[in-house]
């Protein structure tokens, strides 16, 4: 089966860096996303990783070990508009059209 | 603009009364999918299709139906509400459904069922 875990909620204060890991067992791996969905929004695209190491993209970096089952997002920099749900997301073992979330992290920046 | 609507966004109804939830996306994707999101169990998919006439059971597929007649469109259908699926829905589409690809979310449908 799959599995996904990740802290349900965090905290931060605006200009630091914060880092939201995930953790997950797969049968097979595919990859793994990272989403951001606002309170009340739809979720959108942050990162997809299928190979280890770090991927950054301005503020925001996704990093990958395979071996470790484990991923992290890191965002630098925080906003207060950074405040939102981030969520974790593998492919299924026996389709990759099937998508896995975890149940999210929930970041709140203080000023 | 791109981008995937879902109809409506707010609905309360009661027990067994059927209703649909349609979805649109106008990207000529192929890939599009449903899933339901609940505090604490993040989202979970329900069904999805790849194509025209091609569907399959996601994780909790019990209770909800959908068709695929045409590409653009994706409607789910409760034959008979329950409380149980009260629920935040949302609707995603991607270009063939494979992996790696970026998903697009609908706004989301909020139900609630008394």
């Known amino acids: 089966g799959q599995n996904i875990d990740q802290p349900t909620e965090m905290t931060a204060t605006e200009g630091a860096i914060v880092q939201i890991n995930c953790t997950y067992q797969?049968?097979?791996?595919?990859?793994l996303f990272w989403y951001q969905q606002h309170a009340g929004e739809a979720p959108t695209f942050l990162s997809y990783n299928v190979l280890d190491g770090l991927e950054e993209k301005g503020r925001f970096s996704s990093f990958l070990s395979r071996s470790k089952g484990y991923s992290y997002l890191l965002l630098k920099e925080l906003q207060m508009k950074d405040s939102a749900s981030y969520l974790c997301a593998v492919p299924g073992y026996s389709s990759a059209s099937k998508i896995i979330f975890g149940s999210g992290t929930r970041l709140s920046i203080r000023p | 603009e791109a981008q995937v609507t879902q109809n409506p966004r707010y609905l309360i109804t009661v027990t067994g009364k059927k209703l649909t939830v349609t979805c649109s996306q106008n990207m000529n994707h192929e890939y599009m999918s449903w899933y339901r999101q609940d505090p604490g169990l993040g989202l979970r998919q329900i069904y999805y299709s790849m194509n025209v006439e091609v569907t399959d059971k996601g994780d909790v597929p019990e209770g909800y139906k959908v068709s695929r007649k045409e590409k653009r469109n994706f409607p789910l259908i409760l034959e008979s509400p329950s409380p149980n699926q009260t629920s935040l829905y949302f609707c995603?589409?991607?270009?063939?459904?494979?992996?790696?690809?970026?998903?697009?979310f609908g706004p989301g449908t909020r139900l609630l069922v008394l």
């Open positions: 797969t049968s097979g791996f595919n990859g």
């Open positions: 995603a589409s991607s270009f063939k459904g494979m992996i790696g690809e970026t998903q697009y």
